[in-house]
C-alpha cells in the first residue's frame, strides 16, 4: 500500500493573491508548513509572480503554471507557453481547468496542450468533470467524452506522465451546490480507469495518478486521501497557510 506522505497535493492559486508581496509570504508561510512536516506540494500560481517565487528555493515545493500555450512561441494573446516558463523550474501544469474549459477551450485544443506539455518534459495535471449530476447519470458519458478527447493520440507510455484531477464543477468554488463525498470520488475513479482500459488499452501498471478537487479543505481533505484519491488538488483553501498546514497534518497522521 502506497504510503500517504507519497500522496500530490497542488495549490491552484487562480488569480491570487492580490499583490507580489502577499505572493511571497504566502508562498514562504506554506514551505515552512512543508518543511516541517516533511510534505511536498505543487504550487500552481500566476505567471506574474513565477519568477520571484522561483528564487525561493525547498525541496518541498515545485512550481507549475494553471494553463499553457500549445506552441514554444507564436499569435497566442494573453498565453505563456512552457518554454518561456522553464527558465524558472516550473514542472507542471494544470489543463483543462473547468474555469479555462467555460471560457471556450475545448477539449481538441486540450489534446494539443497535454502533447506539448509532455514534450517539454513537464507533467500534465489534467482536469474533467461534469456540471451537474443527473439521474439518468449522463455525466458518465460526459466524463468518457471528455477523456477520449483530451487524450486523443496518446501512447500508453504517455499516461504515467500524466496526472488526472476529477473535479465536479457542481463542487467547486464558492457557489459549491454541496461538497462531493469521497464514494463519489472513488465510484469516478475506477469509472475512469475502465474508460482508460477499454479505450487506450492501458494495463494497471500505466494507469496515471487520479487527484480529487472541488472545495477541498482541512475538514475533508483525508477523507478522499483514504477515500482512494492519490491526491488533491485545492483551491481557495491552499490560500490560507493554518488550513493547509492542518489538511497536511491530517493526511500524513490520521
Ligand atoms: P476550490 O477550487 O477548492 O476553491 O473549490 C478547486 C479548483 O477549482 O481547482
Not at 84 to 105: D, M, W
Not at 194 to 201: E, I
Amino acid at each position: 500500500m502506497k504510503s500517504i506522505q507519497e500522496s500530490i497535493l497542488v495549490a491552484n492559486w487562480k488569480t491570487n493573491p492580490k499583490n507580489q508581496k502577499e505572493a511571497i509570504k504566502l508562498f514562504k508561510d506554506i514551505i515552512k508548513s512543508c518543511s516541517v512536516l516533511k510534505k511536498k506540494i505543487i504550487i500552481c500560481s500566476p505567471n506574474i509572480f513565477i519568477p520571484v517565487l522561483s528564487k525561493i528555493k525547498s525541496p518541498f515545493v515545485s512550481l507549475g503554471l494553471q494553463n499553457t500555450s500549445f506552441e514554444d512561441t507564436g499569435a497566442y494573446t494573453g498565453q505563456t507557453s512552457i518554454a518561456q516558463a522553464l527558465p524558472f523550474k516550473v514542472s507542471f501544469v494544470i489543463l483543462g481547468h473547468s474555469e479555462v474549459r467555460q471560457l471556450g477551450e475545448t477539449s481538441e485544443l486540450i489534446n494539443k496542450k497535454i502533447k506539448y506539455t509532455l514534450k517539454k518534459g513537464v507533467t500534465p495535471i489534467v482536469c474533467v468533470g461534469e456540471q451537474f449530476r443527473d439521474q439518468e447519470h449522463t455525466y458518465f458519458t460526459f466524463i468518457q467524452k471528455q477523456l477520449v478527447e483530451s487524450f486523443y493520440g496518446l501512447q500508453k507510455k504517455d499516461f504515467p506522465k500524466i496526472v488526472i484531477a476529477y473535479e465536479p464543477i457542481w463542487a467547486i468554488g464558492k457557489n459549491a451546490l454541496r461538497d462531493a463525498t469521497a464514494e463519489e470520488f472513488f465510484e469516478i475513479k475506477i469509472f475512469i480507469h475502465k474508460v482508460l482500459k477499454d479505450v487506450f488499452k492501458l494495463t494497471d501498471t500505466f494507469l496515471p495518478k487520479i487527484l480529487y478537487g472541488g472545495s477541498v479543505d482541512d475538514k475533508d481533505g483525508k477523507d478522499f486521501i483514504h477515500g482512494g484519491a492519490d491526491g488533491l488538488l485545492i483551491g481557495r483553501a491552499s490560500l490560507d497557510v493554518k488550513k493547509m498546514s492542518l489538511l497536511m497534518k491530517s493526511i500524513i497522521f490520521k
